[in-house]
Structure formats: structure tokens, C-alpha cells
């Protein structure tokens, strides 16, 4: 059974500062791994997806990478912004099942 | 603005009462989804839609009724809940069920007295 692991739970830094959250899952067999970001009382919105044939991706100053044998995934972001304050979701889509698998989230708070 | 609204944005109801969620989305999507997020659990998948047809009942229990008219509106109707059915009930959609990313609602914040 598929389980999606992010540590750690909760981060705060202040502003400026470069990060890193991780991912990590126990079935490799998946079709693709997405990063989701949700902000308090909304739905989530889509960051990165990236394909199982892929190792990163980037948008603007997030940067997600992919090591589908070890199971892990890094969402990278570059010199962070209070308005990057939210929760961020890795989920993986399984092979065998096409379901979106969650993990429980890093909740990010970025100080001025 | 998503492209998925969901109504209402807050619930509270007794657990003898019957309501509904509903979903709609305008982006030409035919795969639609019902998700539930409990405080510090992952997001649960209920149920999926492809093209107007149920492909996915993730064991969720029979107080939890969807419906699907048409493809670009989903329902979610409540009967007989209880109280650990309160959560946020998101509502997604995507191009297809292998289409990635999914488009998500911003949620009905249920609460069962």
C-alpha cells in the first residue's frame, strides 16, 4: 500500500531564505508526483507535476526533483517571501490504481 | 478564480438532517472527484467520476451519496452523518482520470453537531 511521507511537518523562516521540503514514498511503481500548495481555507493549486520519466522540474523559484528509486521527491524554493506562507502537499499517482496518494502536508510560515 | 466552485463554503448540520455539496466546473473536464481532508490526515479520495459514470467508491460509507447529472456538475448528498464526517470536502476535476493536474474547489467546511 502506497504511503507518502513529508517532513518535516511544520517550517518557519524568515524571509530570504532558501528551503527545502521532502517527500518521501514506498512504492516506486508510480505514474507521476505532484506538489500542491494549499493556503489557509482554500482548495489546493497545482505547482509542479513531474512525469516518472523526469527528474525536476522548475517553475520560477520553485524547483521539484524526483528519485523515483529511492522514493523521494524535494521541492526547492529560492529565496522565500511571506506570501509563500501555506501548506505544501506531495502526492503520487499510482501505477496500478491512477488514484492521487497524499501525504499530510509541511505547513510553511515566512516571516518578514 | 479555479474553474471549480463549490457551494456551500461552510456546513453545519445535525446528524439527523439531509443536505447536499455541490460542485461545478466550466473547463471542459470529464474526469470529476470527491475528496475529504481531516485535520492532520491526508487528503481520502471518495469518489470518481469519468465522464458521467462512477469508476471509483473508495470504501466510503453508504451515508455519503454522489451524483453525477452531467459532466461538468457533481453532487455530494449527506445523510444520517456523523460527527467525525466533519471535515473540508474538496472537489476536483481533470482533462481525464490519467490527466494530471487536477483542478481543485476551495472546499465546503463541513460540521456535524
Known amino acids: 500500500k502506497q504511503e507518502v511521507t513529508q517532513i518535516p511537518a511544520a517550517l518557519s523562516v524568515p524571509e530570504g531564505e532558501n528551503l527545502v521540503l521532502n517527500c518521501s514514498f514506498t512504492?516506486?511503481?508510480?505514474?507521476?508526483l505532484q506538489w500542491f500548495r494549499q493556503d489557509p481555507g482554500k482548495g489546493l493549486t497545482s505547482l509542479l507535476l513531474?512525469?516518472?520519466?523526469?527528474r525536476e522540474q522548475t517553475s520560477g523559484r520553485l524547483n521539484a526533483s524526483l528519485d523515483k528509486s529511492s522514493g523521494r521527491s524535494t521541492l526547492y524554493i529560492a529565496a522565500s517571501q511571506p506570501g509563500d506562507s501555506a501548506t505544501y502537499l506531495c502526492?503520487?499517482?499510482?501505477?496500478?490504481?491512477?488514484?492521487?496518494?497524499f501525504g499530510t502536508g509541511t505547513r510553511l510560515q515566512v516571516f518578514p | 478564480e479555479t474553474g471549480v466552485t463549490q457551494t456551500p463554503r461552510h456546513l453545519v448540520m445535525g446528524m439527523t438532517n439531509k443536505k447536499s455539496l455541490k460542485c461545478e466546473q466550466h473547463?471542459?473536464?470529464?474526469?470529476m472527484y470527491w475528496y475529504k481532508q481531516s485535520a492532520k490526515k491526508p487528503l481520502e479520495l471518495m469518489f470518481v467520476?469519468?465522464?458521467?459514470?462512477?469508476?471509483e467508491n473508495n470504501s466510503v460509507p453508504s451515508r455519503f451519496s454522489p451524483e453525477c447529472p452531467n459532466s461538468s456538475h457533481l453532487f455530494l448528498h449527506l445523510h444520517t452523518l456523523q460527527p467525525e464526517d466533519s471535515a473540508l470536502y474538496l472537489c476536483?476535476?481533470?482533462?481525464?482520470?490519467?490527466?494530471?493536474?487536477?483542478?481543485f474547489g476551495d472546499g465546503t467546511r463541513l460540521s456535524i453537531l
Open positions: 476536483a476535476s481533470s482533462q481525464d482520470r490519467t490527466q494530471q493536474p487536477q483542478h
Open positions: 512504492d516506486s511503481a508510480i505514474y507521476n
Open positions: 513531474i512525469q516518472s520519466s523526469q
Open positions: 502526492a503520487v499517482t499510482n501505477l496500478s490504481t491512477d488514484k492521487l496518494i
Open positions: 473547463l471542459g473536464h470529464n474526469a
Open positions: 467520476y469519468s465522464l458521467e459514470e462512477r469508476v
